[in-house]
């Protein structure tokens, strides 16, 4: 794929955009040190920064190098998060062949049917000849759902031809993983700042009503922001933005019900502040499919 002038211009808005907004993040996070040394909150919000600008440099690096660096480092993301599933799920008796099978064998082929662009095998792959090949092994089976197949739609949005759009879809990628992280980050904030209604506090007793809702709406206002990186038009980028941030909350509720079902409050520790890569990616997992399949039904070519 040969990015225009323009592509290579968005993007080094975008990249000095997300680093900018990490830099300012980072002073903020010093100076409240500086007032309150000891506090768990701030340092948590400060493990959280350095996370951020490790994710910054790690996407915004694969975005530069284009499709194939992309591709690759979702599939990694899969690997990483159906590894935490696994390791949190019960062992049964065909446990071992069915990992082996996911990690060797239907994970990679998903990721490579993205990069030869075969819609139609790459959209049955997992839920029809995964399902067959992991009948037994139904923990199993799930976890390569939602870990392979739900966010390999993400780099699945390099295959659509969209008219007047061409060598542009990496920031289709960037439009929903920003708004999936944006609304998450944006929760948790107005969640601490006005929050005072639990919405489901047996599940997830961080969040709030008031966070959900100030987080939804002021991700949708930010996705309708970013229109001129997207084939959309103002309302309609506003709109995917929307459902973006619903379904991510959606997907969020899902999987921490499972965590305390699990009994367990992150799925790993990989990235400090945030737990797991699965903790990372698990709004992505309910919104990536139906904004691909939104996209690739009212805006690519058949």
């Given at each position: 794929m040969i990015r225009t002038t323009e592509a290579q211009t968005t993007e080094?808005?975008?990249?000095?955009?997300?680093?900018?907004?990490?830099?300012?993040?980072?002073?903020?996070?010093?100076?409240?040190?500086?007032?309150?040394?000891?506090?768990?909150?701030?340092?948590?919000l400060n493990a959280r920064i350095r996370s951020w600008w490790m994710i910054s440099l790690v996407g915004g690096g694969a975005l530069l190098a284009g499709r194939i660096a992309i591709i690759l480092l979702f599939a990694l993301v899969s690997a990483l998060a159906l590894r935490e599933f696994l390791t949190q799920a019960p062992v049964r008796?065909?446990?071992?062949?069915?990992?082996?099978?996911?990690?060797?064998?239907?994970?990679?082929?998903?990721?490579?049917?993205?990069?030869?662009?075969?819609?139609?095998?790459?959209?049955i792959w997992i839920p029809v000849y995964g399902f067959l090949a992991l009948a037994?092994?139904?923990?199993?089976y799930w976890g390569l759902m939602v870990c392979a197949y739900c966010v390999s739609h993400?780099?699945?949005l390099l295959m659509l031809k969209i008219p007047g759009y061409e060598n542009r879809a990496p920031?289709?990628?960037?439009?929903?993983?920003?708004?999936?992280?944006?609304?998450?980050?944006?929760?948790y904030v107005w969640g601490?700042?006005?929050?005072?209604?639990?919405?489901?506090?047996?599940?997830?007793?961080?969040?709030?009503?008031?966070g959900l809702v100030g987080g939804v709406l002021s991700a949708t206002v930010f996705g309708a922001l970013l229109r001129p990186i997207t084939p959309f038009t103002l309302s309609q980028?506003?709109?995917?933005?929307?459902?973006?941030?619903?379904?991510?909350?959606?997907?969020?509720?899902?999987?921490?019900?499972?965590?305390?079902?699990r009994g367990i409050k992150d799925?790993?520790?990989?990235?400090?502040?945030?737990?797991?890569?699965?903790?990372?990616?698990?709004?992505?997992c309910f919104s990536a499919p139906v904004f691909f399949h939104l996209t690739r039904y009212f805006f690519a070519m058949p």
């Amino acid at each position: 794929m040969i990015r225009t002038t323009e592509a290579q211009t968005t993007e080094a808005w975008i990249l000095g955009g997300m680093l900018a907004a990490v830099s300012i993040a980072s002073l903020i996070g010093y100076a409240l040190k500086r007032r309150q040394p000891n506090n768990a909150a701030i340092e948590n919000l400060n493990a959280r920064i350095r996370s951020w600008w490790m994710i910054s440099l790690v996407g915004g690096g694969a975005l530069l190098a284009g499709r194939i660096a992309i591709i690759l480092l979702f599939a990694l993301v899969s690997a990483l998060a159906l590894r935490e599933f696994l390791t949190q799920a019960p062992v049964r008796r065909a446990g071992r062949f069915a990992q082996f099978v996911c990690f060797f064998l239907l994970l990679p082929v998903q990721y490579l049917l993205i990069g030869i662009g075969w819609y139609g095998l790459f959209c049955i792959w997992i839920p029809v000849y995964g399902f067959l090949a992991l009948a037994l092994a139904d923990s199993t089976y799930w976890g390569l759902m939602v870990c392979a197949y739900c966010v390999s739609h993400i780099p699945a949005l390099l295959m659509l031809k969209i008219p007047g759009y061409e060598n542009r879809a990496p920031f289709l990628i960037v439009f929903v993983v920003l708004i999936a992280q944006v609304s998450d980050i944006l929760q948790y904030v107005w969640g601490k700042l006005i929050g005072r209604h639990p919405l489901l506090p047996r599940i997830s007793p961080s969040k709030t009503v008031e966070g959900l809702v100030g987080g939804v709406l002021s991700a949708t206002v930010f996705g309708a922001l970013l229109r001129p990186i997207t084939p959309f038009t103002l309302s309609q980028a506003g709109l995917m933005a929307f459902l973006i941030a619903i379904l991510g909350a959606f997907g969020g509720v899902v999987m921490s019900a499972i965590k305390r079902d699990r009994g367990i409050k992150d799925w790993g520790h990989l990235i400090p502040g945030h737990g797991g890569m699965l903790d990372r990616v698990d709004s992505l997992c309910f919104s990536a499919p139906v904004f691909f399949h939104l996209t690739r039904y009212f805006f690519a070519m058949p």
